[in-house]
């Protein structure tokens, strides 16, 4: 068994409660690929025990502080505490999807699970996830309570190549499944598992698309649009709330078509219009041509997947929020998001500011949401807290 001695800055840093451990904080020792070693201070004193990593700047991930080590009880702790929580939301009716592990939020580094009715979607991240995968997948299957057609390891994500890890899309429980359908909260929608973004859907967004519906409740004949709009459920939910017209803007060809599908099967094709272009070149068309909506929704892929990329996206986020203001009525609602952790709120909030002076309209923040309660936030892992959705008045 391998292990790992700090050095003073890495010890301060992991007193501070950060459960990473750099590279360069590291004083001696190394493990296997992904195997869980015990960590100690510059004065060889038990600190706890991390899964290590012989590639990527995050050395150790750390699971526990107890010099205790962890085995199997301790595990299935950590699996039931992540279900318990859901359980108590309500999250987990058979019909419906939530995120079942948030990865280093709740104690399991790398690994997140995503549940689409009886289908579960998996993705690892790390050296320690992929080798805890299939022992973490049965605790979950034994834990859930509910029944499993099928499980898809899609660890496909960009950040495995941190890591020296291969993409890997893989059906490890029955048969494969092309898609899935989603009934939540009056709402119908199809997933791919396999071809769609992430594990095949954006659950983070869950409460927002309702939040933002509900404000079209009070509009009558509201007309929206929804921006890089993907399988179009910001969109498709204003329409259910009763929006006039919703214009959907999305640049993938088959994202436009799963939009047209999710339409048809909520029964509103009638008020949804789907335009296959570059949301941010449609959006400066139409504001040129004077279009206005009573709410616009602009939630477009991370612009800064890194600190370099920052200030690059800083001018996008800019121009972007600032053509969506344009063709907002007076009084009307913008929902802007940001899924960049390294856009930090605060930088965020600098970058609409900027937006509502440039376009010489008053804008008010009413509400700056993250991600839904299935995507926990660890207080002492900022990096968990990456979602930002800010509600706008437009006057």
Same mark, same amino acid.
């Given at each position: 068994?391998?292990?790992?001695?700090?050095?003073?800055?890495?010890?301060? !840093?992991?007193?501070?409660?950060?459960? !990473?451990?750099?590279?360069?904080?590291?004083?001696?020792?190394?493990?296997?690929?992904?195997?869980?070693?015990?960590?100690?201070?510059?004065?060889?004193?038990?600190?706890? =025990?991390?899964?290590?990593?012989?590639?990527?700047?995050?050395?150790?991930?750390?699971?526990?502080?107890?010099?205790?080590? %962890?085995?199997?009880?301790? !595990?299935?702790?950590?699996?039931?505490?992540?279900?318990?929580?859901?359980?108590?939301?309500?999250?987990?009716?058979?019909?419906?999807?939530?995120?079942?592990?948030?990865? #280093?939020?709740?104690?399991? %580094?790398? *690994?997140?699970?995503?549940?689409?009715?009886?289908?579960?979607?998996?993705?690892?991240?790390?050296?320690?996830? #992929?080798?805890?995968?299939?022992?973490?997948?049965?605790?979950?299957?034994?834990?859930?309570?509910?029944?499993?057609?099928?499980?898809?390891?899609?660890? /496909?994500?960009?950040?495995?190549?941190?890591?020296?890890?291969?993409?890997?899309?893989? !059906?490890?429980?029955?048969?494969?499944?092309?898609?899935?359908?989603?009934?939540?909260?009056?709402?119908?929608?199809?997933?791919? %598992?396999?071809?769609?973004?992430?594990?095949?859907?954006?659950?983070?967004?869950?409460?927002?698309?309702?939040?933002?519906?509900? =404000?079209?409740?009070?509009?009558?004949?509201?007309?929206?649009?929804?921006?890089?709009?993907?399988?179009?459920?910001?969109?498709?939910?204003?329409?259910?709330?009763?929006?006039?017209?919703?214009?959907?803007?999305?640049?993938?060809?088959?994202?436009?078509?799963?939009?047209?599908?999710?339409?048809?099967?909520?029964?509103?094709?009638?008020?949804?219009?789907?335009?296959?272009?570059?949301?941010?070149?449609?959006?400066?068309?139409?504001?040129?041509?004077?279009?206005?909506?009573?709410?616009?929704?602009? /939630?477009?892929?991370?612009?800064?997947?890194?600190?370099?990329?920052?200030?690059?996206?800083?001018?996008?986020?800019?121009?972007?929020? *600032?053509?969506?203001?344009?063709?907002?009525?007076?009084?009307?609602?913008?929902?802007?998001?940001?899924?960049?952790?390294?856009?930090?709120?605060?930088?965020?909030?600098?970058?609409?500011?900027?937006?509502?002076? /440039?376009?010489?309209?008053?804008?008010? *923040?009413?509400?700056?949401?993250?991600?839904? *309660?299935?995507?926990?936030?660890?207080?002492?892992?900022?990096?968990?807290?990456?979602?930002?959705?800010?509600?706008?008045?437009?006057?």
């Amino acid at each position: 068994m391998g292990s790992i001695s700090l050095k003073g800055k890495g010890r301060r !840093w992991l007193l501070g409660g950060h459960p !990473w451990i750099y590279a360069d904080d590291i004083a001696a020792g190394t493990g296997e690929p992904g195997e869980l070693i015990p960590v100690f201070d510059p004065n060889e004193n038990p600190m706890g =025990w991390g899964l290590f990593s012989t590639h990527s700047k995050i050395s150790i991930r750390m699971v526990t502080r107890s010099a205790k080590q %962890p085995a199997r009880e301790f !595990w299935m702790q950590r699996v039931e505490r992540a279900l318990s929580s859901r359980r108590r939301r309500g999250e987990l009716d058979p019909a419906g999807a939530c995120r079942l592990i948030h990865g #280093d939020a709740e104690g399991l %580094p790398g *690994l997140v699970v995503d549940r689409y009715a009886d289908v579960l979607v998996l993705q690892s991240g790390c050296q320690g996830s #992929d080798r805890m995968r299939d022992f973490l997948l049965e605790l979950i299957l034994e834990a859930l309570e509910i029944p499993v057609r099928a499980v898809l390891d899609r660890s /496909d994500s960009s950040v495995r190549r941190l890591e020296a890890l291969e993409p890997r899309t893989e !059906w490890l429980r029955g048969e494969p499944q092309q898609e899935v359908i989603v009934r939540e909260a009056g709402l119908e929608y199809v997933v791919s %598992p396999e071809q769609g973004h992430k594990t095949g859907h954006y659950l983070d967004q869950r409460i927002n698309r309702q939040r933002a519906a509900d =404000w079209v409740r009070g509009v009558k004949g509201a007309r929206v649009l929804d921006a890089f709009a993907y399988d179009g459920l910001f969109g498709i939910r204003a329409a259910l709330a009763g929006a006039e017209h919703v214009l959907c803007i999305e640049k993938s060809a088959t994202a436009c078509e799963r939009i047209a599908r999710n339409a048809e099967r909520n029964g509103v094709s009638d008020k949804v219009e789907v335009v296959r272009a570059d949301a941010m070149t449609e959006l400066r068309r139409r504001s040129k041509a004077e279009e206005r909506f009573h709410q616009v929704i602009v /939630d477009p892929p991370a612009f800064a997947r890194n600190r370099r990329e920052v200030d690059g996206a800083a001018r996008g986020y800019c121009e972007l929020n *600032l053509r969506a203001m344009h063709l907002l009525e007076p009084g009307g609602q913008l929902v802007s998001a940001s899924c960049s952790y390294n856009i930090r709120t605060e930088r965020f909030r600098e970058f609409l500011s900027q937006a509502a002076f /440039d376009s010489g309209r008053d804008v008010y *923040l009413e509400d700056m949401a993250g991600a839904a *309660l299935d995507h926990p936030v660890l207080l002492t892992l900022p990096e968990s807290g990456y979602l930002k959705c800010a509600f706008l008045r437009v006057e």
